[in-house]
């Protein structure tokens, strides 16, 4: 599966844990068809038991409660989102990008992701921005019901591998992968 790339971008500096405290997320309404899309890949990614040792590693189904996330932005130096993103592109397009991207660059497809930003300015004390690397994947539908539409569910495995690479090069290698 290709995604669509964007510059990736430094949270406020170096990580303050080493090795770095990774927040694999998953955020949206699974109410909602695909915006539920993120809950249900980190799901999968939990279920395969991928990072089962890693104590640095922590996987969130945040859903769309992002207040109730505070303690986990406050442990994580970076935090991977996966969530259904509007950007214009195809059913099933993922698109990889930062948190300072989502906030005052072109793709502001989720306000989920905004939330979710927006809540580190509850937590108390000194300023805390872990570097957020967020892949959003373009929904078919986004209405009532449980399932993901048969687009994403046809391009789900794909999905899960992409989140699991991008994952893999935050753990393993502190950087995220970048298109040739």
């Known amino acids: 599966m290709t995604a669509v790339f964007h510059r990736s971008g430094a949270g406020c500096g170096g990580y303050p ?3 770095p405290h990774i927040l694999i ?3 949206g309404n ?3 068809m695909d915006d539920g899309v993120g809950v249900c890949v980190v799901r ?3 279920r395969q038991g991928h990072f ?3 104590e640095h590693v922590m996987f969130a189904e945040i859903g769309t409660f992002a207040l109730d996330a505070l303690h986990l932005l406050e442990w994580a130096d970076v935090v ?3 969530d259904a993103m509007r950007a214009g592109g195809p059913p099933g397009e993922a ?3 930062t948190g300072t991207e ?3 660059g072109p793709l502001r497809g989720s306000l989920h992701h905004l939330d979710l930003l927006g809540a580190l300015h509850l937590i108390p004390g000194p300023p805390h921005c872990p570097r957020f690397i967020i892949l959003g994947v373009e929904p078919a539908r986004m209405e009532f019901g449980m399932e993901l539409s048969p687009r994403l569910q046809e391009r789900f495995p794909e999905i899960v591998e992409l989140a699991l690479e991008v994952a893999q090069s935050l753990v393993y290698e502190s950087s995220v992968p970048t298109p040739l």
């Open 44 to 46: 999968e990614l939990q």
């Open 52 to 54: 089962a040792e890693n």
């Open 17 to 19: 844990s080493n090795p």
């Open 80 to 82: 991977f989102v996966v």
């Open 102 to 104: 989502i906030e005052s």
């Open 30 to 32: 699974e109410l909602l």
């Open 25 to 27: 997320a998953g955020i």
């Open 95 to 97: 698109y990889l990008t």
